[in-house]
């Protein structure tokens, strides 16, 4: 009963940015849920849909770092996220499929998913550290 508020704000809030999504307004999607997510804490679902609009709006490394973090808290989005059209930009990407085959596989330990779900964010932070750091001079 407590988290009925919380559950309120979260069907509120993806509901807001769900008008975002037809009319390709993903930026105002991403910024709905980055809002929503101030406001309500860490939730596996608005960060997966963050991801999703992320994912849309071309923001790779964004939407890969929220698409972990929602697996982490919910493991069960896994398949969904696995077949999402919202993440057809991120389909050839290593990361995404590495992402896919660590959630996707059954019966591992959720301890050990989630390890590998952090090496894996460490790993894209160090390599998108790496890119920024090669600007041409």
Known sequence: ERDAPRQKGRQDSLRRASLFHEPAKYAQGVEALRQAL???GEDPVLLYD???FESLAGDTEEALAHLVRSLELDPQLAPGAAADSDFEAL???PRFQALMRLWVTEGLPREWLVAQSRELSRTMAR???RSTRRTPS
Do not use: P, V, Y
């Open 50 to 52: 963050l991801a999703c």
């Open 38 to 40: 101030g406001r309500l």
């Open 91 to 93: 389909r050839q990407d």
């Open 127 to 129: 390599e998108e550290a």
